[in-house]
């Protein structure tokens, strides 16, 4: 009985870790869509990314402080151009048009790291050593404590910069009306490429966390297939919601792992989260925490 | 040209309405028809009967994605788990009913037809954006059910080896024989496809395609026609997967992940969103995109590579273009390659004297 229970319970407190880190990742997903409107189907790809400049800059004997800040500068300039060169022209064309231009986007750079540096798993070391955390009865290897770290901290200051400081209060005026923003003086374009930036840090830190995780090769990129349960689950335009999102689909998960993997062979990680976002979505098409929108001819 | 008309001469209903407008239309089609039944299959070795017969293949499974993205509105990330689905199911029944091909294909067809009008369902309540990733939801969730159904998927490998398709009493072994077969379906589809888009149905589907709360207040049945729509689409995925398992000669699940539901929706974009030859052009170009590129790459890339790296190479530069060329069409032609030959034909129907 209390093997069960300790069993069940460092599922479900790894889950929760699991879970914020995919919350990261998801809020990437979530700024842009919030702000632009658009999706961004190479999210995964974007981490990917992050991790391979973090890796061959770590291999090039950078300290770690610095190949993460060179992480974060390439995936700011990267997005900026990004949002300039290709969705800028997308603009107020159909969605499949966005969905299609992003899935575009990650093929190139699924492609582009065996042309250029070599497509072999690197490692991606943290000097934060091996040794879990030892909770009670809880182990917790020390990669998942800093992601959970780190997305605390993140999340910090999100909630600062979109309730207090005047560039997040823009920015929440463009998510809410476009035009309205426009008239009110506010560089609608501007705030576009911000929230794009933004992506783009959140991926960097996102990048060298899993990339530490799971080693860097272009597999890193399937993280990105766990982001969509849980923007879903959560609701596209909530910040909030991809927290809530990204808790339950890690729970999910750890626990689908640990005790339907054993009877049906493997892979219900995978499975499980879409699952459980189709079934919320029957009932709840707009997620959590998702704004409704109401249509009109 | 000389052989266009270079305005509106029409001057009967009749003349409007006529299937053969110009004489030339008839010449092309007599020509078309002379060049895939007589001209390809006599001209063409084994090899590069075999790459049209592939193209002849996603042919049929691209104008299905068309109806439902391009015709209907419908955003599906989902296209290649209902090929799967007809291809496993035509393959159970071929080997253990020992049913021949024409009752497996319809089979196929009608099981993914039905399958995708359940995963049609939610598409009443949810669009956009949560119907894109509900549809990327059940490819994952299809893949994984027949991987881990040993009843579906054959058991080990989750492949299931298919006798060929036998007609008349013959098999169908060759790649000429097997093309006749590919082409017979092909130009189905592509009828069936004309023809459905032109009736009732058809202006149903882009009635919803271009506001769906204004076409249910004209009276269309928004779900029952966004279902049929899930379920028209389906049933070309369907045939084309079962087309796909009798061309290989196996049904195996890896060759329907979501890869290849990402090059079908590359296919009707590059050819032309609600465009029947665009999905044809597209159909093609992106089949070929590979095997061209491996063969301009094999011979060039080994002056700076090594052979095990080269494939590798190729994989990836298939990816960087592929990808560059959606941007590309998107960006610069979002009508696709449909457009492009319509912009031809525009501007040579008055040339030279194009004022």
Not at chain 1, 37 to 66: S, T
Not at chain 1, 209 to 221: E, F, N, R
Not at chain 2, 35 to 60: C, H, R
Not at chain 2, 345 to 351: A, L
């Amino acid at each position: 009985m209390w093997d069960e229970l300790q069993f069940s319970l460092s599922l479900i407190v790894s889950g929760l870790s699991i879970g914020l880190m995919y919350s990261l990742i998801a809020l990437g997903f979530v700024l842009v869509y919030k702000a632009t409107d658009a999706i961004n189907f190479a999210q995964g790809e974007f981490v990917m990314l992050a991790g391979f400049v973090a890796a061959v800059a770590l291999g090039d004997k950078v300290p770690v402080l610095a190949a993460v800040a060179i992480a974060v500068a390439v995936m700011v300039v990267f997005s900026f151009a990004l949002e300039r060169v290709v969705l800028r022209p997308l603009l107020g064309r159909p969605i499949v048009a966005v969905i299609m231009a992003t899935i575009g986007l990650g093929a190139i750079l699924r492609g582009l790291p065996a042309i250029t540096v070599g497509g072999q798993t690197r490692a991606l070391s943290l000097p934060i050593g091996d040794t879990p955390f030892v909770f009670g009865p809880i182990f917790l290897p020390p990669i998942q404590v800093l992601g959970v770290v780190v997305t605390l901290a993140f999340l910090g200051i999100f909630s600062w910069f979109f309730l207090k400081s005047r560039m997040g209060i823009a920015m929440r005026a463009v998510a809410d009306n476009q035009q309205v923003a426009m008239a009110m003086g506010i560089n609608v374009e501007r705030y576009f490429a911000l929230a794009w930036a933004m992506a783009g840090i959140v991926s960097a830190l996102g990048g060298v966390i899993w990339g530490s995780m799971l080693g860097v090769d272009t597999q890193l990129a399937l993280v990105g297939l766990k982001v969509f349960p849980v923007v879903i689950l959560g609701g596209l335009d909530s910040i909030v919601g991809a927290v809530v999102g990204g808790l339950i689909v890690g729970v999910v998960e750890s626990l689908a792992a640990g005790y339907l993997d054993p009877y049906v062979g493997g892979g219900t990680k995978d499975f499980a989260p879409y699952v459980l976002m189709i079934v919320a979505l029957m009932f709840k098409p707009y997620g959590l925490f998702g704004t409704h929108r109401i249509e009109r001819v | 040209m000389l052989h266009r008309e270079s305005g509106v001469f029409k001057t009967s209903y009749a003349a409007d309405m006529a299937l053969y407008p110009l004489p030339i239309a008839r010449k092309a089609v007599a020509l078309i028809i002379v060049l895939f039944a007589v001209v390809l299959p006599l001209s063409l070795d084994e090899y590069y009967l075999s790459v049209v017969n592939l193209v002849l293949i996603a042919i049929v499974g691209a104008l299905g994605l068309n109806i439902l993205v391009g015709y209907t509105g419908q955003i599906s990330v989902g296209h290649a788990a209902f090929m799967s689905v007809g291809a496993y199911t035509a393959a159970n029944l071929a080997v253990h009913l020992h049913l021949p091909f024409w009752l497996t294909l319809p089979a196929g067809g009608l099981m993914a037809a039905l399958i995708g009008a359940i995963v049609g369902i939610p598409s009443l309540r949810i669009k956009g954006l949560y119907l894109a990733i509900a549809t990327l939801a059940s490819q994952l969730i299809i893949e994984w059910i027949i991987n881990h159904t040993p009843a579906i998927s054959g058991g080990a490998q989750a492949s299931i080896q298919v006798p060929r398709p036998e007609f008349m009493g013959r098999e169908i072994k060759t790649q000429g024989q097997l093309y006749f077969f590919l082409l017979f379906f092909a130009v189905l589809a592509t009828l069936a496809t004309l023809n459905l888009v032109r009736s009732r149905i058809g202006r149903a589907f882009v009635a919803i395609r271009d506001q769906d709360i204004a076409a249910e207040i004209i009276g269309i049945n928004i779900f029952r026609y966004k279902l049929l729509s899930f379920a028209i689409s389906s049933f070309y995925a369907g045939v084309c997967g079962v087309l796909y398992t009798y061309y290989f000669g196996i049904a195996n699940y890896e060759a329907f992940q979501i890869g290849v539901s990402i090059d079908f929706l590359a296919m009707i974009i590059i050819g032309g969103l609600g465009s029947v030859l665009g999905t044809i052009l597209g159909a093609t170009f992106v089949t070929m995109l590979p095997i061209v590129l491996r063969l301009a790459m094999e011979p060039l890339g080994g002056l700076f590579f090594n052979a095990g790296q080269l494939s590798s190479i190729i994989a990836s530069t298939r990816l960087i273009l592929f990808g560059c060329l959606i941007i590309l069409f998107l960006v610069v032609e979002p009508e696709g390659l449909n457009r492009l030959w319509r912009n031809i034909r525009n501007y040579f129907r008055v040339w030279p004297f194009s004022y």
